[in-house]
């Protein structure tokens, strides 16, 4: 299985960005999608997730700015980021449990995608 993620940049404080990750390869069905996000000498941490039932969960610091969507015919989750502010900075990773065609229950990381907003 593969992530391949897109999305991220450099941008002005109160501006936006959206993320997607799009999951490839071996995959029966996806469980839950999310987004971590690890700044410079910090741990990696939950952002968002998202059910197969379109459940959502959000850390407490991205409530009301950031989304999390699904596309579950494309097999790619997204992050609609809002009112970004230079602490949002970080590298941002997507996650992605699936069931495989060999009925295997895997969770696979993507490459991660720079996110800056400046001052």
């Known amino acids: 299985v593969q992530l391949q993620a897109s999305g991220g940049g450099l941008v002005q404080a109160g501006g936006s960005l959206r993320l997607s990750c799009a999951a490839s390869?071996?995959?029966?069905?996806?469980?839950?999608m999310g987004w971590y996000r690890q700044a410079p000498g910090k741990q990696r941490e939950l952002v968002a997730a998202?059910?197969?039932?379109?459940?959502?969960n959000y850390v407490d610091f991205v409530k009301g700015r950031f989304t999390i969507s699904r596309d579950n015919a494309k097999n790619t989750v997204y992050l609609q980021m809002n009112g970004l502010q230079p602490e949002d900075t970080a590298v941002y990773y997507c996650?992605?449990?699936?069931?495989?065609?060999?009925?295997?229950?895997?969770?696979?990381w993507g490459q991660g995608t720079q996110v800056t907003v400046s001052s």
């Open positions: 996650n992605v449990n699936v069931n495989t065609w060999s009925r295997q229950v895997r969770t696979y």
């Open positions: 998202i059910t197969s039932g379109g459940i959502v």
């Open positions: 390869g071996s995959i029966f069905s996806i469980n839950s």
